[in-house]
Nanobody, 126 residues
Framework: QVQLVESGGGMVQAGGSLRLSCAAS????????MGWFRQSSGKERDFIAR????????LYTDSVKGRFAITRDNAKNTVYLQMNSLKPEDTAVYYC???????????????????WGQGTLVAVSS
């Protein structure tokens, strides 16, 4: 079982950028699809982006396309989320997740994935 630790959250003004990192333990990192979710206060956890084990396939929710980019470095067991042109509505706790399946429906419902990180807070001021 992979274990995940996020970092890189913080406060930023609207229009700014942040890069989140998620470090994974274990020697099978490359066999996992990695993804990011976010959860705003009082709302459900929503899917943002995911990337296949090889890094060759990426999928995004519409609201972040063109602003966010997910990448991974399998040599460092780390997945990244570069967030540009941040908006106040991007404020949320961001979670890293891992699953062996790229196309599992669990990515849509934010349940049943193999592993979750503890979350990192991103706050965007107007």
């Amino acid at each position: 079982q992979v274990q995940l630790v996020e970092s890189g959250g913080g406060m930023v003004q609207a229009g700014g950028s942040l890069r989140l990192s998620c470090a994974a333990s274990g020697s099978t990192f490359g066999s996992y699809t990695m993804g990011w979710f976010r959860q705003s206060s009082g709302k459900e956890r929503d899917f943002i982006a995911r990337i296949s084990g090889s890094g060759g396939t990426t999928l995004y929710t519409d609201s972040v396309k063109g602003r966010f980019a997910i990448t991974r470095d399998n040599a460092k067991n780390t997945v990244y989320l570069q967030m540009n042109s941040l908006k106040p509505e991007d404020t949320a706790v961001y979670y890293c997740a891992a699953d062996r399946s790229l196309y599992s429906p669990t990515w849509s419902i934010a349940r049943g994935l193999d592993a979750w990180g503890q979350g990192t807070l991103v706050a965007v001021s107007s």
